[in-house]
């Protein structure tokens, strides 16, 4: 059976630039593209995507977790799962969005098909991203030095694989056996982890890793195993955020326009100072992982969304554990907001060495605020 490669789009930097530096570095990979639509994004996401489509020469298939025509008395499929809820809002721990809106119709997608998903995972992250429990999906992440997700390196690495693997350094790098040897032999313990094991076959050689991997899930079901050649495994390169942002630049897409800073003003002791703020992920507009900053950027930016948002608050349920919409839209609360983060900026950049947007989507993400699926 033919593997098929998939890759989705958020509507976000990464998966973007992932499209871009694959269509461009592995013209060969017969890619197909989709994105799961919640019918709650914000324009700028939508607009993402069509230059994206445009630029890649292939479609990209829209997925709904319900036909809005068809299945559902509402507009859109948020607003229909929220129905089947009882208007129970999604949080950071009733996370019912991603499950229902994107992985279940990415899983309907693929269906039993062998499939390898290519992830825009940088190499900046730590964060390992979904792994699907289908059999038949496959992650990969190209941007990253270790190419393979932790279900693969957990099975090559096993203590009980230990000789196993050792022959597929023997088959398919057979000049750094002695060297990787030693490592492969060692077992994972407490005083030799996973990851200690893995870091540093992959700092001995990269490639050689990924053909000794490749060997390794040759007789296995994995995807990945039923080809017959799998050009990434001579990738060495390690993306980082400003790289995403050039690819996306030098490529003529562009980065998401949600990304495009705007001023607002605050005042400090008497003397006006000027401050910056735009949305530092995709998603829904009113996604629970925003910041305090990027609701009042969603305010003064596109007051009709900020208004739809408030809209599902009721008694119990807001987007905020701690604040409703209403209360964070007061005049007095959005200059407090604009002040703690403009005071928040100017200390962020005393302590770093940059002073660009991406050193704080840099932080925003280590808020947890990276794509809740893509």
């Known amino acids: 059976m033919k593997v098929r490669h998939l890759l989705g789009i958020s509507g976000g930097k990464d998966s973007a630039a992932?499209?871009?530096?694959?269509?461009?570095?592995?013209?060969?990979?017969?890619?197909?593209y989709y994105t799961c639509d919640t019918g709650r994004e914000l324009k700028e996401t939508y607009d993402l995507i069509d230059k994206l489509q445009s630029y890649l020469g292939k479609p990209i298939d829209l997925l709904q977790a319900v036909d809005p025509s068809v299945d559902t008395p509402f507009d859109n499929t948020f607003d229909h799962f929220l129905a089947k809820y009882g208007g129970y809002l999604p949080s950071s721990t009733a996370r019912w969005c991603t499950k229902k809106l994107k992985l279940e119709p990415f899983e309907r997608y693929i269906g039993d098909k062998p499939t390898i998903s290519y992830v825009g995972i940088r190499g900046d992250e730590d964060r390992e991203g979904y792994i699907s429990k289908k059999q038949n999906v496959q992650s990969i992440f190209p941007f990253r030095k270790n190419i393979w997700s932790e279900d693969i390196n957990r099975l090559v690495l096993n203590n009980n694989n230990i000789a196993r693997f050792i022959d597929c350094y023997q088959v398919n790098a057979t000049e750094l056996v002695e060297r990787a040897g030693k490592f492969i032999s060692a077992?994972?313990?407490?005083?030799?982890?996973?990851?200690?094991k893995m870091n540093a076959l992959l700092d001995i050689d990269v490639k050689a890793y990924n053909?000794?991997?490749?060997g390794f899930l040759k007789p296995t079901g994995y995807p990945v195993g039923k080809l017959d050649y799998f050009p990434l495994l001579e990738n060495e390169d390690v993306l980082k955020i400003n790289d995403i942002f050039q690819i996306l630049e030098d490529s003529g897409v562009g980065v998401p326009a949600y990304y495009n800073k705007r001023e607002y003003q605050v005042e400090i002791n008497g003397e006006i100072k000027t401050g910056t703020y735009a949305r530092s992920r995709s998603g829904c507009f009113f996604c629970f992982f925003q910041?305090?900053?990027?609701?009042?950027?969603?305010?003064?930016?596109?007051?009709?969304?900020?208004?739809n948002a408030q809209?599902?608050?009721?008694?119990?349920?807001?987007?905020?554990?701690?604040?409703?919409?209403?209360?964070?839209?007061?005049?007095?609360?959005?200059?407090?907001?604009?002040?703690?983060?403009?005071?928040?900026?100017?200390?962020?950049?005393?302590?770093r060495t940059g002073t660009t947007w991406q050193?704080?989507?840099?932080?925003?993400?280590?808020?947890g605020c990276a794509s809740c699926f893509i």
């Open 18 to 32: 992932l499209a871009i530096y694959l269509k461009q570095t592995y013209p060969a990979l017969d890619l197909d």
């Open 187 to 196: 077992k994972v313990s407490g005083d030799f982890t996973l990851k200690q």
């Open 211 to 214: 053909r000794a991997v490749f």
């Open 291 to 307: 910041q305090k900053i990027e609701w009042v950027w969603l305010l003064e930016n596109h007051p009709n969304l900020f208004k």
């Open 311 to 351: 809209k599902y608050e009721k008694e119990g349920y807001t987007w905020m554990n701690n604040e409703s919409l209403e209360e964070l839209s007061n005049p007095k609360r959005v200059k407090n907001i604009k002040l703690e983060h403009y005071t928040k900026t100017q200390k962020s950049k005393s302590l």
């Open 359 to 367: 050193n704080e989507i840099l932080e925003a993400e280590g808020l």
